[in-house]
T-cell receptor, first 116, second 111 residues
Framework: GAVVSQHPSRVICKSGTSVKIECRSLDFQATTMFWYRQFPKQSLMLMATSNEGSKATYEQGVEKDKFLINHASLTLSTLTVTSAHPEDSSFYIC????????????FGPGTRLTVT | GDSVTQMEGPVTLSEEAFLTINCTYTATGYPSLFWYVQYPGEGLQLLLKATKADDKGSNKGFEATYRKETTSFHLEKGSVQVSDSAVYFC??????????FGTGTRLLVSP
């Protein structure tokens, strides 16, 4: 099946700094990419949806100035957590969709962010 | 709002045992229902789906039936293997191109 990679898999940063997470579709072109956040023992929460070349659509309650999403190409999306704080520590998962069907939506393995 | 409730894990079974992971949902409209599986170190993979009431999704020996009357989509497998050890997520979609996930249930299968 199609593969989505995320980099880095784990990152530790100091409070107040910014960190960038990359999401790549390795063998297909992704018209739409999604970013999720997962807290321990909780479900994946959709943060935003992005289409290549367009601004991301953020879910209610997600600060778009804090979580900057760029979808500059059909194979790459980035999530930048700006001025990170300990409460931003979480597991971030990206997903890429090749077409319109959920059968064509593939998930990355996730990035563990720890803010100290 | 729309939500999915899954049984808490971990579910611990011996190889060849019967598996049931419960999933119930709350949704407006008529959602499509999904089960995803996440193996260690990998991304979520679509395991099976059902798009309307009474549909049965099946894949790799796993089955789930869309029960509208009980708003459930329980995952079952007749004989689990060690390789089935993973985290299983139930999810729904109500047509806004977004998935709503449950909290996931970890399955541990011992030889």
């Amino acid at each position: 099946g199609a593969v989505v990679s995320q980099h880095p898999s784990r990152v530790i940063c100091k409070s107040g700094t910014s960190v960038k997470i990359e999401c790549r579709s390795l063998d297909f072109q992704a018209t739409t990419m999604f970013w999720y956040r997962q807290f321990p023992k909780q479900s994946l929460m959709l943060m935003a949806t992005s289409n290549e070349g367009s601004k991301a659509t953020y879910e209610q309650g997600v600060e778009k100035d804090k979580f900057l999403i760029n979808h500059a190409s059909l194979t790459l999306s980035t999530l930048t957590v700006t001025s990170a704080h300990p409460e931003d520590s979480s597991f971030y998962i990206c997903s890429a969709r090749q077409g319109a069907s959920f059968d064509e939506q593939y998930f990355g393995p996730g990035t563990r962010l720890t803010v100290t | 709002g729309d939500s999915v409730t899954q049984m808490e894990g971990p579910v611990t079974l011996s190889e060849e045992a019967f598996l049931t992971i419960n999933c119930t949902y709350t949704a407006t409209g008529y959602p499509s229902l999904f089960w995803y599986v996440q193996y260690p170190g990998e991304g979520l993979q679509l395991l099976l789906k059902a798009t309307k009431a009474d549909d049965k999704g099946s894949n790799k020996g796993f089955e789930a039936t869309y029960r509208k009357e009980t708003t459930s989509f329980h995952l079952e497998k007749g004989s689990v293997q060690v390789s089935d050890s993973a985290v299983y997520f139930c999810a729904l979609n109500t047509g806004f191109q977004k998935l709503v996930f449950g909290t996931g249930t970890r399955l541990l299968v011992s030889p």
